[in-house]
């Protein structure tokens, strides 16, 4: 197998890592807000959601594997290209501006986002996931409610999620451009997905506390 | 000095073919014991790098520039010349030699031009395999166009940019060869001297110039290909900065006899002049002309905007004057063309010295997208410059020296007067004559450097008796000492003018007296202030910093002492021959139409000059050209 | 064409050599043509300082006809200034105005190592090339140029991205100092080629690992590069190469050649 370690070792090897992981959380990002707008069905709607998703039992077991293994090679590669990338310049420009059209917010914080967002995901897991959480006793849906209940974390959830969709609006057409789909027939609607998703995402998961407090 | 061209007898056509079985072989296990240097690495150097490197020939490749991709050849736009007749239309190679010849105004010899014609189909052959993105039909095969007074369509082209393309592919199989460690790339390092053992080319003395040190390089023969020296009229020039004679002024010191210096051309599609703080001038391809219209206002002294003149007092001068050649007639006669109406008074622009290339029929007839499509990368580099859209207004163009036809005196070998020395490309003066045409400076580059030089030279080699010399042989001590004299008496003058300021002066005394249009009583006095303005250089000339370090104001004024010297022996030449032809135009050599006017009794020979030492007049030697299969007939463009 | 001229504040980035620290030294320009270019208005700023018996500006040029690819530096924090698809010697004064500050920087990469003030040795890219940018053809062998037709769309793309002149502006422009624009660009020269396919999957591979040994960066995607490149080159040529790159790694037989480990030669100075 070492024609795989040396592929994966190169800078587009690398690259490949962070997309095709990227492009998995891409995804789970879509079927998680999915399950969660549940949430605008009310308690039942929710806890129904969540109950089937347990349901699934080996197959979630298995996506959870997956997920934390692309979490992995995605922070691993990320961490290793932030340093790699801030070597390849040892002297920093004085002046160090943009044309338009290159460089955004977005791109440009990336490794920042990342972080956050690690911070965030820790932070959600340790709070409403079923591996810290004891769900004997209440439902999701009350996990979710009494969580949503201290001010400082909703407002602190609330950044986070503009963060993940920082991170998204970038992530999304440049996953598509480092696996080389990038064609001038296709490439614009990449660009617009990546903001659209972005959007949704951020929106989506923000508003969520708001719905919660509108149904009480 | 011995001027044997060596070139075969027989039929013009058969000719290279005979020389090639003449030339003895090295065998192939003998090549990687030859050390061959090659100095420059423009079409010509890195093609012939890349050729010989392939045979097995140890190569060291020499480069002024950071990168061999830099060298001047990028800058040719329009196109390559070769004989395929794809179109159709009537081309072969005996039509190809002699428009050659006949564009050189039989200034050069039949069996060089023949077998450059000849070998030019082998060439697009080559470039295409090597992946040059040539401009192609709908249907996938390559697409000709006419090009700078040819009435046949035997042009490739790639875009405005055929020669960046073409010194990709030469500079690509270089750096194919540079991995394979059969080239050596010496890149920043500018060759100082020629080292001579037993009067044959054995090496090279250069600086390196980052670090300033200097290094000595021993080979079994030594090729230059360093170009033109069109710097000598800066800023009237297109050449790049860096372009110098300094390489081959050296090996002229060392014995090598000079070619025809005279013979400059004078490119008519350059865009003017602004100010005198300009360093040189911007070339457009002469593809321009293909679909420009030139014209002066009828009125002298007409300071209306172009649009605003109408159609009746203009004066499309090259049209009326050569009808069937109109604004495609040859760049010497469309040069003078425009210098004559700029002296007329209906020059154009701020300065008057411009003429209108106009556009408006062409847009009006092929569409602006075709025009865009065709020089689309022309017209933006135009408005770059002066700021003016040349969709909306014509184009202001001003002829400047362009290419140099004279170089080191080649036999059919392309060996110089030197044994071992061998020259390639603008450097040496074989193929064309007086006035080179559009699109065959790249042919000819190409030519030397992949088909004929791998040929020629290991004739030499094989044929040679060659003793062993090695960097510490004393020859390499002496060139060394004399280099080193001659950088520390350029530190010692501690006068106050810059190099580039003598630089500009000598231009400006070489544009004006030796330029386009010259004769005797200017020469002579260009001459005299050409040796004064050197005198001057000696006296006040400044530099600063050291030798030992990355120093570019001396490289300049290395580059301008060589220039100041070589200045004269232009002048010289340009005196010595008594006729006008191709872009040497003496006044008191012409038709009553104003056009050159031929000595073919007299003159119809190879100028050569032979350095005599410091502060003596080179001697003069001819090389007379014998014209067994053409008949010389008087250019008409009418 | 105007004959006006304008006053100018330069803060030039001045290092005696590549040990050197390095600091801004700052200039006044004044009576600075407007239709100079900017290269001449430093070669302007140069006559001043060797006549006045100082050490002129170092920086690298030749044709400036903005094709050979020598020139460039960052002005204002843009590689060859703040006009598109331009190189340096083809950036014109009256862009500028009167009493502007200009910082002009080298550009700054691992892998291009400064030599001298604003002059920069850019031989990785050399050594990009030689591990696999060309077509293996020897001198002699080429068959009937015609006898292998190009589609003329191909044709085009392939020129589109062999315009690269290797000034190294993408480099310098991306956040990353990456390299991959113009890796991208030859090797979309040479895969859209029929001529190149046989060894696109070798090239592909021996570039890119040359590209990540010589210290440049990863592509993060920023476009920077496609921003500044003077010849409009883009990034779709970047998803070529990334295309080009894991088809060559996953389904060819060719092996991602392993150099040697260490300081590559191309950044000692001086050496051969």
Known sequence: MNWVVSTFSTSIGKKYLMAVSGMLFLLFLAVHLVGNLTIYGGAEAFNSYSEHLHALGPLLAAAEVLLVLAALLHITMGVTLFFQNRRARPVRYAVDKTGGGGRTIFSQTMPYTGLAILVFVIMHLTAVSRFFVDRTQKTAFQVVTELFSNELYVALYMVFMVIVAFHVRHGLWSAFQTVGANHPKYMPFFEKLSAIFAIIVGVGFGTLPMAISLMN | ?638 | MSPETINLTLKVWRQHGPEDQGRFITYQANDIPTAASFLEMLDIVNERLIVEGQDPIAFDHDCREGICGMCGAVINGRPHGPEKETTLCQLHMRGFQDGDTIVIEPFRARAFPVIKDLAVDRRALDKIIQAGGFISVNTGQAPEANSLPVPKSNAELAFDAATCIGCGACVAACPNASAMLFVSAKISHLALLPQGRPEAAKRALAMVAEMDRLGFGNCTNHKECQVECPKGINITNIARLNREFIKAAVSSPEEIPVFPAGRPEALQMGAK
């Open chain 2, 1 to 638: 000095m011995q001027l044997d061209a060596k070139i075969p007898g027989g039929p013009l056509e058969t000719k290279w073919d005979r020389q090639r079985f003449e030339l003895k072989l090295v065998s192939p296990a003998n090549k990687r014991k030859f050390h061959i240097i090659v100095v420059g690495t423009g079409l010509a150097g890195a093609s012939a790098s890349a050729a010989l490197a392939e045979l097995g020939y140890q190569v060291k490749t020499f480069c002024i520039q950071d990168t061999p991709r830099r060298a001047h050849s990028i800058a040719a736009q329009g196109g390559i010349n070769a004989a395929k007749n794809y179109p159709n239309d009537g081309d072969s190679i005996w039509r190809l030699f002699y428009d050659t010849i006949k564009g050189g105004d039989f200034r050069a010899r039949e069996g060089n031009v023949y077998r450059l014609a000849q070998v030019s189909n082998l060439i697009i052959d080559h470039c295409v395999a090597q992946g040059i993105p040539f401009a192609r039909e709908y249907g996938g095969l390559l697409a000709n166009r006419s090009f700078g007074g040819a009435q046949v369509s035997r042009t490739f082209y790639a875009k405005g940019q055929t020669g960046q393309q073409l010194l990709l592919g030469c500079y690509s199989a270089l750096s194919r060869q540079v991995a394979a460690g059969q080239v050596t790339m010496l890149p920043r390092r500018e060759m100082l001297d020629l080292v001579l053992v037993n009067g044959q080319a054995r090496g090279i003395v250069v600086r390196n110039l980052i670090t300033g040190a200097i290094e000595r390089h021993a080979a079994h023969a030594v090729v230059l290909a360093t170009g033109g020296y069109g710097n000598v009229f800066q800023p009237f020039t297109t050449n790049g900065m860096g372009s110098n004679v300094g390489a081959a002024w050296r090996a002229y010191k060392r014995g090598a006899g000079f070619a025809n210096p005279c013979f400059t051309q004078i490119h008519p599609t350059c865009i003017p002049m602004h100010g005198d703080y300009q360093s040189k001038l911007t070339l457009m391809s002469e593809s321009l002309r293909n679909d420009g219209r030139v014209w002066v206002p009828k009125q002298a002294g007409d300071q209306r905007r172009p649009e605003d003149i109408p159609e009746d007092e203009r004066d499309y001068y090259l049209e009326r004057i050569y009808p069937s050649f109109g604004n495609l007639s040859p760049r010497d006669i469309a040069s003078r063309a425009a210098k004559f109406q700029c002296d007329q008074g209906k020059g154009v622009g701020a300065t008057g010295r411009a003429v209108y290339l106009d556009f408006a029929a062409a847009i009006k007839r092929l569409g602006r997208a075709e025009i865009e499509a065709r020089y689309g990368n022309l017209f933006q580099m135009y408005e770059k410059i002066t700021g003016e859209d040349p969709y909306q207004t014509p184009m202001m163009i001003y002829p400047a020296s362009h290419y140099a036809m004279g170089g080191l005196w080649v036999d059919y070998n392309l060996m110089s007067t030197i044994p071992g020395l061998f020259v390639l490309g603008e450097a040496n003066f074989s193929d064309h004559g007086a006035n080179r045409l559009g699109a065959s400076a790249l042919m000819q580059g190409l030519a030397d450097g992949y088909f004929i030089i791998p040929y020629t030279i290991g004739g030499y080699l094989a044929g040679t008796a060659l003793g062993e010399v090695n960097e510490s042989h004393q020859a390499f001590t002496d060139a060394e000492m004399e280099v080193n004299a001659k950088i520390n008496r350029l530190f010692q003058i501690r006068g106050s003018r810059s190099a580039a300021s003598f630089q500009i002066d000598l231009g400006h005394i070489m544009w004006e007296y030796c330029g386009m249009s010259r004769n005797d009583a200017g020469l002579q006095k260009g001459k005299q202030l050409v040796a004064d303005l050197r005198q001057e250089f000696w006296e006040n000339l400044t530099l600063p910093g050291s030798t030992g370090e990355f120093n570019q104001s001396l490289e300049k004024a290395s580059r301008v002492a060589d220039f100041l010297e070589f200045a004269e022996l232009v002048i010289s030449d340009a005196l010595a021959r008594r006729e006008s032809c191709g872009c040497h135009f003496n006044e008191a050599f012409q038709t009553e139409e104003k056009e050159a006017k031929r000595d073919d009794a007299q003159m119809c020979h190879v100028a050569v000059w032979e350095y005599a030492g410091e502060g003596h007049e080179p001697i003069f030697a001819k090389e007379p050209l014998v014209f067994e299969f053409v008949k010389l007939v008087e250019r008409s463009y009418k």
